[in-house]
């Protein structure tokens, strides 16, 4: 052979060897990243090519699946009363992928999850057609309507949490949205979709998960917990070390209370019961932000939270001495979100056990059979029982003649604390109201409850947590006690 041609022939062979070892990159090691990829739109395309599982919620489904007509879709999601339940199910769209449990169950929801791999080999040799699993929630219905009426045209957040499981019972979100209108993948569908994202209230935004506030008052169970725990006090009864007026440390500034309650030296139960800004500011002050810090870790605070769905992390930070001062009632830069305070709530009425807290209760596989089914865990003690019974008796106290009359239930022993936080450039804007409670009956207490209202149509001083947000709390806890009747 010829120099040219050797050098043509050898040529021809590093391209023949380039493409073998390009075929076989793609084939063998991108696999799995191709098949799955999200610009892949045969992933789409089977995805909707058969009826989607479905989320249920006490037994019944919340979501279903419509027929389409056109397209390379054969299926669309639907929602049975979509707003209400948004914030627990997210969306799941042709065109603008899911969220939440119909993005984090997508496997069981759409049939191809492991978990569901000797269904779908059965399916093979018996020739049924390829369908979803089933996810079914924690969620009671009954504590769902009743948190997303009480909220109604106000924006705000309920979460409901079983004490005893961590079982998620409500987590509602207001302005919510119709995931079903942009569930296609039309123009019309992008054109919904646009309107929800520029929508100033923002009602795509899961504020029981994903917005974080300042806790105001509410925050004095976490600061009187850290005083029990630690030692600063141990009788909620017994006169406590706190001078009216008393000035912020480093500081000249005399610290308020909301009007001329007795605050002076006040017990506790009594502290509590009025909300004294003095008592709990001096206590922060006394325990220091460290033991602060350790306190808040122990009710989950600084972490996210998985449900699975993801809830931002609630802050208490590392501050000067005034500031975590301040911190102490709830009104520095420490912030926290619906569900870590009724996280807060369910630890004390556990008795100091906080529960992981969960939605998703069992995974089931397309003939209803269980693949999965979750076991309550425990994240932390975050008080002992003792010092925990002590908060109760002060929270239990605020509800039978303190700020948090307004969540009694008869013949129910309820547990609460109001909050009215203030916020924006030095509290100009309308606060944020706030109620964290819990319900005990004779066979334990099978709820706890934190609600938060954003009412920007109310008069500055008509905003208050137990006029606002504490009857909402109450018609949650009634609704589940009355649903275990």
Known sequence: MNKPLRRVAIFCGLLMLALLIRDNWLQYVRADELTSHKYNRRVE??????????????????????????????????????????????????????SQLENLEDGILTGNDDQLFFDRTLSMFTGEKKRGGNVVTTLNGDAQKAAFKGLGEKKGAVVALDPKSGAILALASTPSYDPSVFAGNSLKDSDNRQKLLKDEDKPMLNRALRETYPPGSTFKVVTAAAALENGLYDDIDAKTDSPLPWTLPQSTTQLQNEGNIPCENATLREALRVSCNTVFGKMSDDLGNKKMIEQTDKFGFNKEVFTPVRA????????????????????????????????????????????????????????????????????????????AQKVQQMMETVVKDGTGTNARIPGVTVGGKTGTAQHGLNNSEKPYAWFISYAKTDSGSPVAVAVVVEDGNANRDDISGGGLAAPIARDVMKAVIDSKK
Do not use: C
């Open 45 to 98: 395309i089977e995805r909707y090519a058969h009826e989607r599982g479905d989320i249920i919620v006490d037994g019944k489904a919340i979501t279903g699946s419509a027929e389409t007509e056109d397209g390379d879709f054969r299926y669309k999601r639907v929602w049975k009363d979509g707003p209400l339940w948004a914030p627990v199910t997210g969306y799941s769209s042709q065109a603008f992928d899911s």
């Open 312 to 387: 931002d992390a609630s802050i208490y930070p590392e501050d000067n001495r005034p500031q975590n001062a301040m911190a102490g009632i709830g009104q520095a830069s420490n912030r926290t979100t619906p569900l870590q305070m009724a996280m807060v709530a369910s630890a004390i009425a556990n008795d100091g056990k906080l529960m992981q807290p969960y939605m998703v209760a069992e995974r089931q596989a397309p003939n209803l059979d269980p693949v999965y089914t979750h076991e309550p865990e425990e994240l932390s003690r975050a008080l002992s029982g003792e010092n």
